[in-house]
């Protein structure tokens, strides 16, 4: 499965809002995550957004982000927020753990692991 394919493959827009949801909700619900969930603002509704429509793109569908924002420059609009090694692993344990949640299939899941490890390593600005 090439990663412009995940989209269609998982179930389109319903299937990406799903995955935020229950990314987020377990930011919120578990204390591995409170390292990442304190970079964030208290109120989550545009930061679930913002993912969704990132992910949209990133996955293969439409590039709602673009759209409403620019180019990403993801790391630039990151640069604000201390991201060392633990808060790139909790960040991936939290998505990794979403995609379960909502019933990825493991082929799926291992392609967007890898490809979410290269963006949350590239966004990291401190040395751990």
Known sequence: ??????YEL???????????????DLMDEDPDYFGIRKLHPQDLTSSRQKLFMFLCGFMGGPSLYVEKFG????????????IGIPE?????????RAMEDVGLEQEMRKSLEKAFY???????????
């Open 1 to 6: 499965m090439h990663l412009i394919e995940a």
């Open 10 to 24: 998982m179930g389109g827009e319903a299937a990406v809002r799903r995955l935020v949801d229950r990314f987020y």
């Open 71 to 82: 180019e990403p420059r993801m790391r630039t609009r990151h640069l604000p927020f201390s």
């Open 88 to 96: 790139r692993d909790q960040w991936l344990s939290c998505m990794s």
């Open 118 to 128: 290269q963006t949350a390593d590239f966004m990291r600005n401190q040395p751990e």
